[in-house]
């Protein structure tokens, strides 16, 4: 890899993944408005490699920058933090234990280190499901919220600079984490090292090679030059795994994949209602009737020990039509 230039709160990376600074801009992304001034320019472009293809912002923002985004001191990102992370944590719960379904299959018990953990909500659902359970948190903040709300055992820092032994843990795992990183390679090789042999690693991330994420373009609710570095297709992450030392077991969509596949294929037609169909109308009719009519906003349901409301309905709808533009790759650290 040739080396970084660091300018200005800015720095310019080769390809993470062959090595190459040879690159096409794709799209040229501003900032939020309450970004304005804050990482070092306002408008990034998202480059891609002429060699591998693979999809990065550069020029992007360097390590202090990084660091001051990751204290969510930005009154936006606080509040996104809220109410996806901590108030609605319970919307997550059908994902994680889908998740773990398919982890059984391959490793159904040992020791569990969660990359990037957050608010440690799957923490909680694998340590349910019998697990030994660790996590990691560069965030200051969710690292002091899953061990004073949770008791869970979060090391706070970077995994690299950790100093965790080798083939300690069974399984590691890293959700919506690997766009983030300023070096996905570096990331999964310390995950492999971490692994015992045979060990799994389960990384999920956005999917740019997607249908929707291709057909919205630069408007892709994805798109985010500040906290998404790196955007991986299914190809070039399986390609990133492979030459970090991982065999490729099993891809799927975070909401469709699961344990055999005829759930699976449930999983896609009833992902197709909600996403496509119930999306559609939530988007198109609920939400422009309930701005006119505000009232038809005061309701709530309750479903297990999870609820549903108008808030939780428009967050969870967000505002584009789309369908499995994320991913899950299960993989075999080889030894």
Known sequence: MSEQVTTKGIE??????????????????PVRDDQLGDYGQDV???????????????PRPDAAALATYYTFANEWDYQFVQDWFIENADLQRPTWQRYLRVMRQYVPSGKLLDVGCGAG??????QQAGY?????????????????????HIYKGELESLDLAANTF???TAFDVIEHHPDPRQLLQQMHHLLK?????VISTHDIGNY??????ARWRYLNPVGHLVYFTRQT?????????FQVLQVGGIHTIDAGKTAVARNKITQFSRVILLRTLIIGLYKPVTRHLPRLTHWQIQRGSATLNHKKLLLRAGSQIIMDDDMVILAQAQK
């Open 12 to 29: 310019h990376v080769c390809c993470n993944l062959c090595g190459a600074d040879d690159t096409a801009v794709r799209y040229h992304m």
């Open 44 to 58: 990034w472009n998202i480059v891609q490699c002429r060699r591998c293809g693979l999809i990065y912002t550069n």
């Open 121 to 126: 909500t799957f923490l909680l659902e694998a």
């Open 132 to 152: 030994e359970v660790y996590g990691q948190e560069v965030s200051p903040y969710f690292a002091e919220y899953g061990r004073a709300a949770h008791n869970l």
């Open 170 to 172: 069974d399984i590691t």
């Open 197 to 201: 042999p045979g060990g799994l690693v």
């Open 212 to 217: 929707y994420a291709r057909l919205y373009g």
């Open 237 to 245: 992450l399986q390609t990133m795994l492979r030459q970090t030392g």
